[in-house]
């Protein structure tokens, strides 16, 4: 491009659009994608574990292959959003490259907490409260996760999915365990993937 | 306060425009690599330190070099002042384009 070179007022215009655009495409971590990966992995991954238990008398628990299914998708997640975050965090370096660490090293403790905790308490309470440890602690540490990420990065949006996933797996208390399943896979998996609509359309407004 | 009337010569470049809205898309707080935003806008070395050098006189952007030889990193920050000439600029911007259209005229 040539130094100085004359612009008019609409080839301004148009650079500032054109630069803005594709500086987002490059430079800001796709949430529509984030919140797409997630929703689809608790949709149906709860949703197998649902059907799994659905009309079980007495409740015994989700199958191994359902309860395997989510560790899949969990994976498949996990390494779509590291590859969306570290493509768009390449080359930045600052304050908000902390704030993903933190982020990031909060869910992963407090996941690992709940991987532990679940199995080491399972012979001593009840199938309901190990359902409520183990199917609605996620969701609560995912609501959590994206409250302490709107404080940090002033992101609205994440306050209301975070408060509204907090209110989902705290809801979960009153319930039986298929029904927890199938709340986390309803209120919680569709809430992602509705927010990953939401998403996208205040990026298309923004834009 | 004035209200600015006229499009800031410094930021009115091709170049120094997408320089500047680029930067203006990171948190504050945070900084690009001089790589990362060479690669984004495809100029040359040469040209984007010449574009940086004039952003930088201007109080616009701020670079820093560190680290040494092979590890050695330039970042690149858009300033207070920067984000508000940015601001400034697509406002007149606007005003002009707004103005334009209801003479049904094309500004140059």
Not at chain 1, 42 to 71: D, E, K
Request: one cysteine or more.
């Amino acid at each position: 491009m040539l130094e100085d070179q004359d612009m008019s007022v609409q080839e301004a215009a148009a650079v500032v659009r054109d630069a803005r655009v594709r500086a987002r495409e490059e430079l800001v971590i796709s949430t529509p994608l984030v919140y797409m990966a997630w929703g689809l992995v608790w949709l149906i991954g709860y949703g197998a574990m649902w059907l799994s238990v659905r009309g079980q008398h007495p409740y015994t628990g989700p199958s191994g292959v359902s309860i395997a299914a989510v560790f899949v998708l969990a994976g498949f997640a996990i390494a779509a959003v590291l590859v969306i975050a570290s493509k768009a965090a390449a080359g930045i370096g600052g304050q908000s490259v902390r704030q993903r660490r933190i982020i990031g090293s909060t869910w992963a403790i407090g996941y690992l907490i709940l991987l532990i905790t679940a199995p080491a308490v399972s012979s001593s309470v009840s199938a309901r409260t190990l359902a409520l440890i183990s199917f609605a602690g996620p969701v609560v540490l995912a609501g959590l996760t994206y409250i302490l990420a709107a404080a940090l990065g002033r992101d609205r949006p994440a306050l209301a999915a975070g408060a509204w996933l907090v209110i989902v797996g705290t809801s979960c208390a009153w319930l039986a365990p298929a029904a927890i399943l199938a709340t986390c896979a309803l209120a919680g998996g569709g809430a992602l993937l509705l927010m990953a609509v939401i998403e996208t359309r205040l990026r298309a407004h923004d834009s | 306060m004035t209200a600015e009337t006229e499009l800031d010569p410094v930021i009115h470049a091709p170049a120094r425009l997408r320089v500047v809205v680029t930067l203006a898309t990171l948190r504050d707080g945070d900084n690009l690599s001089f790589t990362r935003l060479q690669e984004l806008l495809g100029l040359t070395p040469g040209n984007l330190i010449t574009h940086l050098r004039k952003l930088e006189d201007a109080g616009y952007v701020t670079t820093v070099k560190s680290g040494s030889g092979v590890a050695s990193r330039t970042s690149v920050s858009l300033s207070p002042q920067g984000r508000k000439a940015l601001d400034n600029y697509t406002a007149v911007l606007r005003q002009l384009l707004d103005s334009a259209s209801a003479d049904g005229t094309s500004p140059q």
